[in-house]
């Protein structure tokens, strides 16, 4: 009976497939659930030690807040206005090294105080009932761990394991400076009070009780000190987040002490406040030291003036001006006061005009300090030169040179700068025509005063100076008056809207949940990825479903393992599962015979691949379960190249089927009685040194002719076909061919040959038989152990002295079927 197969993909197929597959990935749970339950540990393992790491945060608003008294031109805290990106500004300085390097020393946060854990030294910053106060301008031991152990309340034991082979610092926090320790001793150990200086070459401090009520005796602590820059460097990450469309800005920090994060967010808002307002309050400063020098100058130009005019009227006996002069010197004295503001605006036109001119940064312009600018239109210019140079700024940090943004930037700070310089000219111009005309009207005035008495004259002229002197020292009053009340009431622009502060946050590391979900999926994935990769990777044959995948050749067939210490597997335990699968076999093979071929002498033919997939095992059992059953059968070895048979039966291979080819035996003489009832055996006998031209010879078909005569089974046993030709020329005599694969040792590619053969219709009547087949395999649970087509399925069982199947087998066979 011929099959021709034909490859087909349906539905029903791939699902099978598919089904399969999966079965394959659950047949390994039991690397699942190892990969799992050490994945599992290791993620339980790091939540359990893996420090606590907290996040705290504080929010602060930024705004610009100006005093109400004053107004933008007469108060002594002027602003230009425009856009100042304080915010930008003030995140830009909390990360920045200066401010966070001034916050660590207000802290002392270079000093770590720690203890044992259960993972390692755990930071307890905050938590110790002492603190160490170090000596200024001293050198102190430099990371390296100072382990201290309280004796009782008021002593104790100060020691430092030195290690020869390291090389020590010492440090100086005044200045950083540092400098290598001298010290010969490997390890130091002395005892101190609480209170005592402790004087040591790499340490000079003292250690201070913080907390009365809190025991010290017992306990062990250690202290680690480290340069600013270090932990300066540390703490420059702390993220400072502007909320968009306000001018509120989050600080956060991480750490895994709760109480340093607190301390080091308010210390840093409370440093950067007093710096904020410092630089406020800065200009006004300098503006009442301008003013106390002018006033101090004033002052003294008004006494000395009071004396000269008490002295003149002494020695020249007048002491009050005429009618005219008192009319002179009030006219006289309006022009002067006018001719003196004049000047001064003058003056400081003169100076921001230089200033625009040489200078390329905009957003510093000097403000006036005791002069009033009445046009508005500089003020508005000035305002926007200040916000476009303020934007150019931020625009250089964040695009390219030649970015089209920042060109016309560029162009509109220019703009902006010459018609603010043209206005300023205008402006000047006009100024200087005011003051000529008030010195003529002052001329006029001066020719009046000269048509007066001598002595009224200088009387006059002291007069004329006192009164300006005294107007200018009585706005200078003014001004210093302004400057007091600025700073005292200038307030810094950032207001703390919520401080940090520990409410018992639980940490956010390690994230245990995320852990175990990584650590499940990693569990899963992991061998999945192994069993998929070793799939594509398998070039073996692992069961009968890859087999009808992969060949057209009907499948005979399944065997189990071998259960014997030889290949008599049915004759010596005939009540076995193998013994039962080759009587399967046995029943199967007769489907093979063409009708009219039943009632003759059958010959069979075992080949394989290669060496090694139990070829020589089926041909002896095939012939003894042949025999067995009552049929005269003969197993002829015609494996010329290895021959095996002998050892099975305790016979020699002195003589056999090479001895007949040569024409050196008779047949009758190469025959062997086998312990075997109705076995006959014919061995190879000695390896030839051209076995393929033997096979060839007229001989071989003599043989072969010669056996059916005398035996109803002639089982041929022949060398692999993928290693020679021998099995293909013997092809020719037999009426079916068993090709044996064998389980997770067969490679696939190994088929490809036969079903070539098979194909082109050169062998006929060819059935394939997966030998050793494991039910513990998990490939192909649904063939059963040994039965295969033909078999007895599920009532078999009992009838098999040597047949076990677990709970598992039976379970896995079910979903298997269903």
């Known amino acids: 009976m011929e099959s021709q197969f034909k490859f087909i993909e349906n539905p029903a197929e791939q699902i099978s497939n598919i089904k399969d597959f999966i079965f394959r990935i659950i047949s390994n749970w039991k690397w699942f659930v190892l990969t799992i339950t050490i994945a599992m540990t290791i993620a339980f393992y790091i939540n359990l030690s893996a420090p ?34 304080k915010v930008e500004s003030i995140r830009k300085a909390l990360i920045s090294r200066s401010h966070n390097e001034i916050v660590v020393r207000d802290l002392e946060f270079y000093i770590e105080y720690l203890k044992e854990g259960d993972f390692g030294k755990e930071d307890v910053y905050g938590k ?35 290690n020869e082979d390291t090389h020590y610092k010492l440090i100086n926090y005044k200045d950083e400076q540092i400098k290598d320790l001298n010290f010969n001793k490997q390890n130091f150990t002395k005892t ?16 201070l009780k913080v907390n009365e009520y809190d025991s010290l005796a017992g306990k062990t602590f250690y202290v680690n000190l480290n340069s600013v820059q270090n932990v300066t460097g540390r703490y420059q990450n702390v993220r400072t987040n502007g909320l968009s469309g306000t001018s509120l800005v989050e600080l956060s920090l991480t750490g895994t002490n709760k109480n340093r994060i607190v301390d080091y967010l308010n210390k840093t808002i409370e440093v950067l406040s007093a710096y904020e307002l410092a630089e406020k309050t800065n200009y006004a400063y300098n503006t009442k030291a301008f003013i106390d020098a002018q006033f101090k100058n004033t002052s003294d130009t008004l006494k000395l003036i009071e004396d000269s005019i008490g002295k003149f009227k002494k020695d020249h006996d007048i002491y009050n001006l005429s009618a005219e002069a008192n009319e002179v010197f009030t006219q006289t004295l309006g022009l002067d006061k006018v001719q003196l503001q004049l000047s001064d605006r003058i003056a400081y036109f003169e100076n921001l005009e230089n200033y625009i001119k040489t200078n390329s940064d905009y957003s510093k312009i000097p403000a006036p300090a005791i002069i009033n600018i009445e046009d508005g239109s500089i003020s508005a210019l000035v305002g926007e030169l200040t916000e476009l140079s303020i934007q150019k700024e931020k625009l250089e940090k964040e695009v390219t040179a030649n970015h089209p943004s920042l060109m016309l930037n560029k162009e509109a700070l220019e703009t902006t700068r010459n018609v603010l310089l043209e206005n300023l000219k205008s402006l000047k111009e006009i100024t200087w025509v005011t003051l000529n005309n008030s010195k003529k009207r002052l001329g006029n005035y001066n020719s009046e005063l000269s048509k007066l008495p001598a002595k009224e004259q200088t009387l006059l002229n002291y007069q004329r100076k006192y009164s300006l002197t005294e107007s200018n020292y009585v706005f200078l009053m003014q001004k210093r008056y302004e400057a007091d009340i ?28 995320f852990n175990y979900m990584v650590a499940l999926l990693l569990g899963t994935i992991l061998p999945l990825f192994v069993i998929i990769s070793k799939e594509i990777l398998d070039t073996h044959i692992h069961s009968v479903d890859e087999i009808e995948r992969m060949s057209p050749i009907p499948i005979l067939g399944v065997l189990g393992k071998k259960t ?40 069979i033919l075992v080949t ?35 021959p095996k048979i002998f050892k099975d039966f305790g016979l020699n291979n002195e003589i056999g089927v090479v001895n007949y080819l040569i024409s050196e035996e008779s ?42 005569e005398q035996y109803e089974y002639i089982i041929i046993d022949t060398p692999p076909v993928g290693i020679v030709s021998d099995s293909l020329e013997l092809l020719k005599y037999v009426d079916a061919t068993i090709y044996v694969v064998r389980q997770n040792y067969s490679q696939k590619g190994m088929l490809k040959l036969i079903n070539e053969k098979y194909e082109k219709k050169e062998v006929k009547n060819i059935s394939i038989v997966l030998n050793d087949f494991n039910i513990k395999s998990k490939y192909g649970y649904e063939y059963g152990y040994g039965y295969g087509y033909g078999g007895y399925g599920k009532y078999s069982r009992g009838y098999h002295d040597d047949e076990k199947k677990s709970f598992l087998n039976h379970f896995f066979n079910k979903f298997k079927k269903g």
């Open 667 to 708: 047949e009758k003489n190469i025959i062997q009685k086998t312990e075997v009832p109705n076995l006959d055996l014919i061995t190879s006998g000695p390896i030839p040194p051209n076995p393929s031209e033997l096979i060839i010879g007229e001989a071989t078909e003599e043989l072969i002719n010669s056996l059916k």
């Open 128 to 162: 110790t009932p002492f603190k160490i106060v170090l000596q200024p301008n001293q050198f102190q031991l430099l990371n390296t761990l100072i382990k201290i152990d309280f004796l009782d309340e008021n002593n104790f034991n100060l020691s430092v394991d030195f």
């Open 486 to 513: 600025a700073i005292a009431a200038t307030v810094s622009d950032i207001t703390v809207l919520d401080s940090a502060k520990d409410t018992g946050q639980g940490p956010i590391l390690p994230r245990k949940e």
């Open 52 to 85: 606590k790491v907290y996040g705290l945060k504080a929010t602060i608003a930024v705004k610009e807040k100006q005093n109400p008294l004053f107004s933008t031109g007469t108060n002594i805290a002027f602003n230009w206005g425009g856009v100042s990106d």
């Open 192 to 207: 101190f009070s609480i209170d005592e200086y402790i004087n040591l070459p790499f340490l000079k401090a003292q250690i």
């Open 564 to 603: 014997t210490e030889n290949n008599l597997s049915v004759f010596l335990k005939p009540k076995s599962a193998v013994a039962e699968s080759f009587r399967a076999l046995r029943s199967n093979i007769q489907f093979l015979f063409i009708r009219n071929a039943k009632t003759k002498s059958k010959t």
């Open 608 to 642: 394989s691949s290669v060496s090694g997939e139990g070829k020589t095992f089926i041909s002896i059992n095939m012939a003894t379960v042949f025999a067995l059953a009552g049929k005269k059968t003969i197993l002829v070895g015609f494996d010329l190249r290895k």
